[in-house]
């Protein structure tokens, strides 16, 4: 087998232009050309000692100075890679700092575990005290350090989970970066924030539980949302009654004959027109009533007025209002 001489193509570069190349970040393999500009050939080699891209057919060097991003180790199992890899921790969005900071801890011993001197002790609180004080050091550092505390706080009252509480922070942080916080107060601008995050994922939380949760008053809730969906250009999807019967059927431990029926009877009345212009939770616990009342499971009026936050005022309104346009004898 005849072994080609290998030609570089670096010389028709000028000195400017190749010293610039070099000078500017380096490049990985993974940013290889797919042709070779001078004979056309798809064989392009990869030269891992050289860290240069060649053509295997003519020999032209295409690129050079690259850099070999992968890792240094091979692993031929699944046990291997799981114990080779050394992948640092996730960045956590809900953490003021995205949990890439370095903690000095208060324990005072050194990595063997023998307590350190009485001098070493002093340097490290002064050394630990500085570094509490670096660590936040602008505004919007401070602010975050408040807010996300109390968006995870609020978050962990309202049961929900670790994605909804990461995509909740970075939206409340495009809103600081944004500068819309200003003039407002961190738990408005919170509660508004994990709102429209819910709204997001179809996750049903209401104004008026976000605001007993936050102590915040829901018509300031539903201003601040408005004011930062216009804002960023955000299109928050419409929450529909559909999403509050899961929730219902859970909280009153209904049975699948009856939560099929409570299905039914919602499609019936979206058909009506019987769900536009009214309460979401009233029509809810109105139609659940009467699925209860059907499949013979019975749960009172104040049970289901309790699980979906409305009054028994409103469910026997709607209850009488449904089964007259949909011909129901009770």
């Known amino acids: 087998m005849v072994k080609k001489r290998r030609k570089t193509g670096t010389a028709k570069i000028s000195k400017s232009a190749k010293a610039k190349n070099i000078a500017s970040a380096p490049k990985s393999f993974s940013s290889q050309p797919a042709v070779c500009p001078n004979c056309g050939s798809r064989r392009i080699v990869k030269d891992y000692e050289r860290g240069e891209l060649i053509c295997a057919d003519c020999g032209l060097v295409l690129e050079e100075h690259l850099v070999d991003l992968g890792a240094e180790w091979r692993a031929f199992s699944s046990e291997e890679i799981k114990s080779k890899a050394r992948g640092g921790a996730p960045i956590k969005y809900i953490r003021p700092d995205k ?5 000095i801890d208060m324990y005072n011993r050194d990595i063997r575990g023998i307590k350190i001197s009485g001098k070493k002790v002093a ?11 670096t660590s936040v050091s602008t505004s919007i550092e401070r602010n975050l350090m408040i807010a996300l505390n109390e968006l995870d706080r609020i978050a962990s009252y309202l049961g929900l989970s670790k994605d909804v509480r990461e995509d909740a922070a970075l939206l409340y942080r495009q ?11 961190i738990e408005n601008v919170v509660s508004a924030v994990l ?8 996750i049903p939380r209401t104004l008026d539980e976000i605001a007993k949760v936050s102590g915040v008053d829901r018509k300031e809730i539903g201003r601040t949302f408005r004011f930062i969906t216009n804002e960023l250009g955000i299109k928050v999807p419409l929450g529909g009654p559909e999403q509050l019967v899961p929730r219902a059927v859970s909280r009153l431990k209904l049975g699948q004959k009856t939560a099929g029926k409570i299905k039914e009877l919602y499609k019936k009345a979206l058909r009506k027109d019987l769900v536009i212009g009214r309460g979401p939770q009233g029509v809810v616990a109105a139609i659940v009533y009467i699925a209860c009342e059907l499949t013979g499971e019975k749960r009172t009026q104040k049970d289901i007025a309790d699980a979906l936050g409305v009054t028994e005022v409103t469910i026997r309104n709607r209850y009488k209002e449904i089964a007259r346009e949909l011909n129901l004898r009770l």
């Open 99 to 103: 949990g890439l900071t370095t903690e």
């Open 123 to 133: 340097q490290i609180s002064r050394m630990r005290k500085w570094h509490k004080r």
């Open 175 to 185: 809103v600081a970066e944004k500068g819309l916080v200003r003039g407002r107060l």
């Open 195 to 202: 709102y429209a995050t819910c709204r997001k994922h179809n």
